[in-house]
């Protein structure tokens, strides 16, 4: 088994629509494919329309949040795998940082229109075309208008979260995540704890009480993650019985990193599909 879980199709940010993404992850190798857009749903009946005989997609979503229960107030992505979609909370939530992302998007494209920058909205708008949007929707806009060469050199420089043009995303506190996760019948997984390149660390003490509030995975082999970084979160998820998960986090073109960069152990996998309150999907 080759199980890769946590993937991006364009409805989020990732570049492959649902359905490539499915035949990308059969060509790969992928039997079980996790689909975790960032804040929707919205790719999960596509690529289960898709899947070939003997792929299993296990349906999630990724939350933006904060960590709310240490002192640091450190930012956190939380994986929800296999929740119910029609949960009313988690579709109004989901629904509220998706708004808040377009304005928030907004925002970051007029300061760069007003200093100049040959952007505009309606150039995102259209490149998004309903998805989740997310800076790398601007990053390839300011590449279509010639203003960088690359996703990557979007994000050192006018898309980077030290940049005047910068704006934070609205978050969830990550306790609350976790509850919704929960609440809809899922199972919340804190992924790439120690992408240090993106600024996202999250201390030991922040996992500690995140599995305190109900956190049931976390990721230990992450293409963000040394191998120092994998052998210390390795330690840590046995210490706190988390169960450790390896993925890919592909976002087809948007960056370099290919499908089953990282890949999750089968006994971590079944342990993730007996704690959710929903099956996954059988091709
Ligand atoms: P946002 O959520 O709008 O703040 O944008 C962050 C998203 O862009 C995340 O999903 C990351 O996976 C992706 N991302 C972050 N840094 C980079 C980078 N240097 N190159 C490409 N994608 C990135
Ligand atoms: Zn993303
Ligand atoms: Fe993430
Ligand atoms: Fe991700």
Request: with cysteine.
């Amino acid at each position: 088994m080759t199980i890769d879980l946590h993937t991006h199709s364009s409805c989020s940010d990732g570049t492959d629509p649902p359905a490539r993404l499915v035949r990308h992850a059969a060509a790969a190798g992928i039997t079980v494919l996790g689909l975790t857009d960032h804040d929707t749903t919205a790719g999960w009946v596509e690529a289960i329309a898709a899947l070939p005989a003997g792929m299993t997609l296990v349906p999630g979503i990724e939350l933006s949040a904060r960590c709310d229960l240490g002192s640091a107030r450190t930012a956190v992505h939380i994986l929800g795998y296999l929740p119910d979609p029609g949960d009313a909370a988690l579709r109004d939530a989901l629904a509220e940082l998706r708004a808040s992302r377009l304005r928030r998007a907004e925002t970051i494209v007029g300061r760069l229109a007003a200093d100049g920058v040959p952007i505009d909205w309606q150039q995102v708008a259209t490149l998004a075309a309903g998805a989740t949007v997310g800076r790398p929707h601007i990053a390839r806009a300011l590449i279509d208008s010639g203003v960088v060469d690359s996703v990557g050199a979007a994000f050192a420089g006018p898309l980077n979260a030290r940049s005047p043009y910068y704006q934070p995303k609205a978050d969830l506190p990550a306790s609350e995540a976790i509850r919704l996760v929960r609440a809809a019948g899922g199972v919340a997984a804190l992924a790439h704890p120690l992408a240090r390149r993106r600024g996202l660390v999250v201390d030991d003490a922040d996992i500690v009480a995140l599995a305190g509030a109900g956190l049931a995975g976390i990721e230990v082999d992450h293409p963000d993650h040394d191998e120092a970084d994998r052998r210390h979160l390795a330690a840590l998820a046995e210490r706190l019985d988390l169960i450790a998960l390896g993925s890919s986090d592909y976002h087809g073109t948007n960056k370099t990193t290919g499908l089953a960069a990282c890949t999750t152990a089968s006994a971590s996998y079944r342990a993730l599909v007996e704690l959710a309150g929903h099956p996954v999907v059988l091709g």
